[in-house]
């Protein structure tokens, strides 16, 4: 049965939706105000990572320990505004209940991983398709550390990747600087992941997904989705600021705009801004030869098309909020620390730095399946550190679901209805 499907949202989760319902037989309207692939969206700061293995959530075992001194530091690898912090503390407690056990953190990464496990192969299929071979590289990446030791002290984390089937190399001393030369001599050991791969563009390859889209006869309405006509479970209409799209089906990809979206369709789902730093240098004289995570700063470091990307931070604070530059500069003095070729003092045409909001829930995992109010309207957001990676498979689901085929992954764990259940024992334990 074709349906006309109306995409809200064309960011790297939107665009791949709109191309697998197309594939798929249907009619696709993309609903976005914006420029696709642009500067506003979170897909044009991303580091570029298309990591498979990225199973872990953002918190850990104990992490509620470390809250305080995040509220203290506010440049700190993660800052919370304290003006903000009243109405970000329920999510912060879903936060920490995301990782409260080792057994729920095993849970969170057996779901993730069969929404990423080979993310580098389906964005280099898409990638090709859409004329941009190019932009999908099937790298590796290097997690650094400054010793076996501090490996050592990450031991759960690699443990769990290693259950659900990711497998990885340790390299140290002479071998890790003949392999990276240009990294400053006080990291000694690393952790190489061979099966993850890296964008080098991320806002170009949006922007060309987006354009293959169209080709395949995706239409587009640049206005602002505001809510739906629903009658008797069926979706009739997406609502505009611009008027009504006549639809059957709709498919909410709309970022951080998801929340107010999915109130609309019968579910509150506690989606949250991670805003998210980077800057570039062009030309640098130095760097990573592979892609890497410097683990003691929780930064991320690649060559991209337009120069050595250095990415990373967690701020929570009001969407709207002005950027804290402060946090860039971080980025800049980490980059000269780990990169002594590095030029002290850069020219400001060289230097370019960003600021994104990350569209994030507390659990790790993004919300994908239907709706409340009606199984018409189907839930692609919140994918949070893995949208880029995350997005191809979610694309090729959501079109199953259109068609009404199995979908290849369990979606249980990702349902928006999760979010109905009350906050586990054990959380009110650890925080108490």
């Known amino acids: 049965m074709t349906r006309h499907v109306a995409v809200i949202g064309a960011g790297a989760v939107g665009v791949m939706c709109a191309i697998h319902a197309l594939r798929a037989g249907h009619r696709v309207t ?64 879903r ?27 389906l964005h280099a299929e898409l990638a090709a398709s859409a004329g941009v071979p190019d932009l999908v590289v099937q ?63 991320p806002s170009a390859y949006v922007h060309a997904l987006f354009v293959h889209a169209r080709s395949l006869g995706a239409e587009h309405v640049a206005a602002r989705a505001t809510g739906f006509q629903i009658e008797r479970s069926r979706v009739r209409a997406v609502r505009t600021q611009s008027g009504d799209i006549d639809c059957d089906a ?47 700063r929780k930064i991320v470091a690649t060559h991209m098309t337009g120069g050595l990307r250095v990415g990373g931070q967690v701020e ?3 969407p709207d909020d002005a950027p804290d530059w402060r946090r860039a500069d971080i980025l800049r003095r980490h980059a000269l620390d780990i990169f002594p070729a590095l030029p002290r003092d850069l020219p400001p045409g060289r230097m370019t730095r960003w600021m994104g909001r990350r569209p994030s829930l507390p659990d790790g995992l993004p919300c994908i399946g239907r709706s409340t109010a009606s199984a018409d309207v189907l839930y692609a957001f919140g994918h949070g550190h893995v949208g880029l990676a995350g997005s191809a498979r979610t694309g090729r689901v959501i079109a199953e679901l259109l068609t009404g085929q199995p979908t290849d992954m369990p979606l249980a764990p990702f349902a928006a209805q999760r979010f109905r259940r009350s906050v586990p024992a054990e959380v009110a334990e650890a925080t108490s």
């Open 30 to 93: 993309i609903v976005e105000p914006e420029s696709p692939g642009g500067e506003q969206a979170a897909s044009f700061g991303n580091s570029g990572w298309l990591s498979s293995h990225s199973v872990i959530p953002p918190a850990e075992p104990g992490v509620w320990r470390k809250v305080p001194g995040y509220l203290a530091d506010p440049l700190g690898p993660i800052a919370i505004r304290w003006r903000y912090l009243p109405r970000a503390t329920p999510w912060l407690v």
């Open 139 to 201: 790298s590796g990446v290097l997690h650094v550390y400054r010793s076996k030791a501090a490996f050592e002290r990450d031991a759960l984390g690699w443990e769990v990747r290693r259950s659900v089937g990711v497998r990885y190399e340790t390299i140290e001393g002479d071998a890790l600087r003949a392999q990276e030369p240009d990294l400053a001599a006080d990291y000694a050991f690393a952790v190489r992941v061979a099966e993850a791969g890296h964008c080098r563009d």
């Open 250 to 296: 709709a498919v909410i990809a709309a970022g951080i705009r998801s929340r107010a979206l999915a109130a609309a369709a019968g579910d509150r789902v506690p989606l949250e801004t991670e805003r998210g730093y980077h800057v570039q240098i062009a030309g640098a004289e130095g760097g990573p030869r592979t892609p890497m995570m410097v683990m003691d």
């Open 95 to 121: 936060y920490v209940a995301s990782a409260a056990t080792p057994q729920r953190l095993l849970a969170t990464a057996r779901a993730l991983r069969t929404l990423l496990v080979d993310a580098p192969k």
């Open 316 to 318: 929570i604070a009001a």
